[in-house]
């Protein structure tokens, strides 16, 4: 396929003279006859090199270069200018404008700086991919833990990731669910395109709107110039919705309505805008009875929930601690360029039985202020905080073999699982992520019969 070139010039004869070399070299040339057109052009489709005049109407060339930048980063923008105005292509260049080249234009210096930046361009297309494959042992790398529940949201993120499908993600506060939305992303066929995570509880409501969908200058007090939104910048990437529950209902219509027509209509616009993206919603709520209670929209949760991956809390996977502790205390080495070897066994005990109601965060939380206050190569019980330590009479006696405090602290939690389902098995074994002839087995091995 021939590589798309734009080139933007209001002087008629050098744009169609330009247009023409480039389309005889065997390029796919376009032409924009102002700043403006280059402007809707750079948002209709993708280029590969933007070759563009300094000086125009309406929107100048340095609009246009940043326009890519921000929109499309791995487009090559190409300045041309007058000996006159020679630092306003310092400045391009400055800016991120790859190279210039001055008029009157010699079309074989154009043509041989063309091919000289397409050429670097597929280099640092295939850094890309070497990178990516090097790094394709390690995709999991943020998702730690070997247990029944994080097996099979693995197992969920390796089957939805390639598709195109909406995906929800619910679990508990501080379980990692914009981890598992990163790594879909990543394993999906637009992995080098842009992955924009907003926080749907963190905006102000009447901001929200105007963040996902843009607004036209003027559209409300403030809007001095038009802004596009999320949802038009993602072209073609990823857009994680983080606690989709805290929308509100008027908006919830219009995300249903961008989901189902891939189109918006920016705040103050009567002219609707395709968008090209792939939505990840995330809640820590139940939003189906959100929708049976009348609080959420059940045909937008349906929408979204064509694929639902449901992180467990980090109590009902208590044999990931050891795992994650070990992956926290590596990553904050890197950042307090501090050297540790681990965490003791009594502080180690100590953390699996813990009921973590922060989850994932809290350990993290607690690992670093841990690590903070620690003097030598070890963890230990004494370096964590003290609601922690204030629990360590209350642990079981076990020895200090690892494997037979794991044993311990399953034998514990299996038996409160039951104890709070009733003894019901078949829901208990839901609840643990384990299969009913598995938690059978589990009793007989733990000697869980009469407790």
Known sequence: MAEAILIADDEPG?????????????????????????????????????????????????????????????TIVLVMTAHATIDTAVSAL?????????????????????????????????????RREVE?????????????????????????????STV???????????????????????????FLPINCAAIPESLLESQLFGHTRGAFTGA???????????????????????????????????????????????????????IIAASHRDLLAMAEAGEFREDLYYRLNVVNVHLPPLRDRREDIPELVEFLI???????????????NRALKLMMAQPWK????????????????????????????DPLRARDDDLPVVGDDLREALRSYERIHIRSVLRRHDDDKRTAAEALGLSLSSLYRKIDELDLKDS
Do not use: C
């Not at 394709?136 to 598709?163: C, Q, W, Y």
């Not at 841990?370 to 963890?379: H, K, N, P």
């Open 94 to 130: 400055r800016e991120g404008a790859a190279d210039y080249i001055l008029k009157p234009i010699v079309f074989d210096e154009l043509l041989a700086k063309v091919s000289r930046l397409l050429e670097y361009r597929q280099l640092v297309w295939e850094t890309q991919i070497l």
């Open 136 to 164: 394709r042992h390690f995709d999991f790398d943020k998702l730690i833990g070997k247990s029944a529940g994080m097996r099979n949201v693995e197992r969920l993120i390796r089957k939805v990731a390639p598709t195109n």
């Open 224 to 278: 001095v110039s038009a802004q596009e939104g999320l949802f038009a910048r993602a072209r073609g990437g990823t857009v994680f919705l983080d606690e989709i529950g805290d929308t509100p209902l008027p908006l919830q219509s219009k995300l249903l309505r961008a989901i189902e027509s891939k189109e918006i209509l920016p705040v103050g616009s009567t002219q609707p805008i395709k968008v090209d993206l792939r």
């Open 168 to 194: 929800l993600i619910s679990g508990e506060s501080g379980t990692g669910k914009e981890v598992v939305a990163r790594a879909i992303h990543h394993h999906s066929e637009v992995r080098d395109r842009i």
């Open 14 to 74: 050098i744009r169609e003279s330009l247009v023409d070399v480039l389309h005889d070299s065997g390029y796919d040339a376009r032409a924009a006859a102002d700043g403006t057109e280059a402007l809707a052009a750079i948002d209709e489709r993708d280029f590969a090199v933007v070759v563009t005049d300094l000086r125009m109407p309406g929107a100048d060339g340095l609009e246009v270069l940043r326009k890519v930048r921000e929109t499309a980063p791995q």
């Open 330 to 344: 590596r990553r904050h080495s890197r950042d307090l360029k501090r050297s540790f070897r681990g965490v003791d």
């Open 358 to 385: 922060g989850n994932v965060r809290e350990l993290d939380n607690v690992i670093e202020h841990a690590m903070i206050l620690a003097e030598g190569e070890w963890i230990t019980i004494e370096d964590l905080p």
